[in-house]
């Protein structure tokens, strides 16, 4: 029904150089997102789109599942806890969507749509943890969460209802116990990215954009092709901050009662947006194998009829399928020029297509969708080579990226150059650390301070803009999402 | 963590004769749901509660997936959207949450927290639907809805976030086509309690406890303990009723605009709850295995320290994991019989004791958590015994559940008849089919009328007990959750 329609429309997917158009049509024609729904920034996942989030996030669910649990905690977080932590509400005050009726009373308690978790988990961790032996816990749960947010709305990036949130929050006995969690989870989540072939920056977040609440926060960005960076994960050392107000104690080796350290650490449906983003070409969609709804169709070329040519390719299919291959075989009548089109649309990394001359040879012509690059390879080898393949295309899909970033970052010693290089990607300029300086920074350049990145890139020697003092570190800058 | 908690307590389950007691402190010591979130009717699923409804929703999707699709709706509805179908407005009007402020703004339009789905869905379905070859429609979603119960809450049944709601939404060409659906839908329920060895009744519900908005309902009832019964799933045919108000037509072969047929099915956490009250005992949990978080456990039985004995445990546990059982070897220090008492509350299918005589006849004792049987193994067929064990469990976990429900399933011609036996199960009387006589029984007796079950047992000779006509239907009467 699906393709039907989108043919219909004769919708044309505008150039990826006109990124923002781009996004928004890819989404509706290639069924990600129907943004068609009544509500500013609520949107609904095609099914096909949401084939992509469910093999997406059961990558997240195998990454964490390895230490952490799987729970659910209500949407509904009553006034009173959601006003316990002060910073934490200035931080949301303005952004929560506040239920206020029952039927037609109205309600005692208003009761808030979670906008984050802390205030609705964090009651409970003050009943579980008792004693060192609770610890740690490490619990996550994915859910959907609200903000009512007043900027421009875009669908998997800046939304109302956020409808993938995958939240984690651990409890420690001690601080440095909690910092080391938080290095683990921006390594769980690139080693998530890595395998949606997406390159990232992990950086420290200045001090003024950290999450309200937290000690620090650690984030993950990565670069969209528009030269704006996006913000896909974040990990906040929380202290004993939500201990202390949610009275989170657990009593230590030598019977004291000691308040819980803890950390949070989110990602959200914005790495799909990133997935989409910087893969995708002028023709459509591009997936990874691994997160691909479809991975391979199979093309008959037929002039006029030929059951041996059909034959052949439902035998290819079949193989292909008895391996596990999420496999579609494409026996409708239209050109084959048509098919192509629909599923380059659709991302699916691999074409096989069988005509006379392949057939001849004992051969079918395998096309990737991430290269164009079109090989001959033999029909008995079918599966191999195709499994072959699926790695290749991982591969050269996240070198590729990478190579797009690297070459998007650019070295900067004055904030002039900060200004010019910016709307083509990131600039990297020392900064002596200061909140004063990073504060003047920003504003001279329009731009935000990500932060110092982590390994070598945070590393230099420079002269910070605003001081002049010599320092070690750089920091880097974009526009962002 | 957990287990030290629950231990500390020493929280001792009731009996299951005294069972809503039984029921609450089971959910809580077994660590299913947590009761203690401070807003009333919402709890918290434990990791360990998380893991059986993962397993038991997986086996839904499952089966959906054969021929529907998974999509995701947004969870606002727009007061202007919610408010257009007038019989469906009646029938929630007193139960839905009502979002009236974002941020410390008033909105606009109020958004209704969805308490079921048509008016989020059907909006995008007047857009998606154009043409008969669009049709049938098969989506399904699993979200969380809300309903602001006044009345008792209880954990997994009267919610007021329903966290697990799985709706199906189907459209068709024709009223059959549609009335087709909806038998498929209680087909697929049926095989779904199979599966958790559930047994279940599919009936016609009454005229005046359809559905608001549906030209007819059916519903699959299971009997719990205390001889109430549950609804576990329900199926409506919608006709055009919600086409017409959401204007959803098709161009049908002969180039004419016509209303499409709907279906909507829906099955909750209650079939988690029947699962546990069902099958449950005095020792707390049992589970079919396929949806026990654990399948299996090992405990070595010592007398002093064996190296053989523990060596011999780890090869079994290795072995039986290395065939996908989720196994779990218990080698602490606690005493069997604690270590008996923790993995039967949480309904482990199956118990593995190696000690001294076993290890000597190369042999394991294997504990059937459902019979209490025991029985000896060779310990080279460990593997093949244990699976075949799996397969008996279920089926005669069902066959008792069935025997059990057919045993309180009693048939009654006068109504004082129906009310004696009503305390103890469910009563089959004669029924004319009248909505009046229906109306004055259910009066009479203090009990609903379920309907007129599918099958031979809707079928029958007597006498209407209010209209003294003969009838062929027998109707069912019950006290309902």
Not at 326 to 346: C, H, I, Q
Not at 413 to 432: Q, S, Y
Request: aromatic share 10%.
């Amino acid at each position: 029904m699906a393709e039907k329609r989108t043919e219909e429309k004769k919708a044309v997917l505008p150039a990826k150089s006109n990124f923002s158009e781009w996004y928004n049509e890819l989404l509706q024609i290639a069924e990600i997102m129907d943004v068609r729904y009544p509500v500013k920034g609520l949107y609904v996942w095609f099914p096909f789109g949401f084939d992509v989030r469910k093999r997406t996030y059961a990558i997240i669910r195998e990454l964490l599942d390895k230490d952490h649990k799987e729970a659910l905690f209500p949407l509904l977080i009553p006034e009173t806890e959601f006003m316990k932590e002060a910073e934490h509400i200035k931080g949301f005050e303005n952004e929560v969507y506040w239920v206020t009726h029952g039927g037609k009373n109205e309600l005692d308690v208003k009761l808030a749509l979670r906008p984050t978790s802390e205030t609705a988990i964090y009651p409970m961790y003050k009943v579980w943890v008792r004693s060192h032996a609770d610890l740690p816990i490490k619990i996550y749960q994915i859910v959907n969460t609200f903000r009512y947010e007043t900027k421009h709305t875009r669908p998997l990036i800046r939304l109302r209802e956020i409808t993938s949130f995958k939240e984690a929050h651990t409890v420690h006995a001690t601080w440095d116990e909690a910092a080391e969690q938080v290095k683990e989870a921006t390594r769980i989540y690139q080693e998530f990215y890595r395998r949606l072939a997406i390159p990232t920056i992990v950086s420290k977040r200045p001090e003024w954009d950290k999450f309200p609440g937290a000690d620090y926060t650690m984030a993950v960005d990565t670069l969209m092709p528009d030269g704006k960076t996006l913000q896909i994960g974040t990990a906040h050392h929380l202290g004993n901050n939500f201990a202390k107000t949610f009275d989170i104690k657990y009593e230590d080796l030598k019977g004291e009662q000691q308040y819980a350290q803890q950390t949070c650490y989110g990602i959200s449906e914005r790495s799909i947006a990133a997935l989409i983003s910087i893969h995708g070409d002028d023709k459509g969609l591009v997936f990874p194998p691994e997160v691909a709804p479809i991975q391979l169709v199979v093309i008959p070329i037929l002039f006029g009829k030929s059951d041996e040519i059909t034959g052949a390719c439902r035998d290819v299919a079949d193989r292909l399928k008895a391996e596990g291959i999420r496999v579609e075989l494409d026996e409708s009548d239209e050109r084959p020029g048509a098919k192509y089109y629909r599923w380059e649309m659709k991302g699916v990394p691999l074409r096989v297509e069988i005509g006379p001359r392949d057939l001849k040879n004992n051969a079918a012509t395998i096309v990737r969708r991430d290269s164009g690059s079109k090989e001959t390879v033999p029909l008995d080898n079918i599966v191999e080579e195709v499994k072959k393949r699926f790695e290749d295309i991982r591969k050269s899909m996240f070198e590729k990226a990478q190579r797009q970033l690297k070459e998007r970052i650019f070295n900067c010693n004055t904030l002039d150059d900060v200004k010019n290089k910016i709307p083509d990607g990131i600039a990297r300029i020392p900064w002596c650390g200061g909140r004063e300086c990073g504060l003047a920074m920003e504003e001279a350049v329009g731009a935000g301070i990500l932060g110092i990145p982590e390994g070598e890139s945070g590393r230099g020697n420079g002269v910070c803009p605003m001081c002049n003092k010599e320092t070690g570190n750089m920091a880097i800058m974009a526009k962002t999402y």
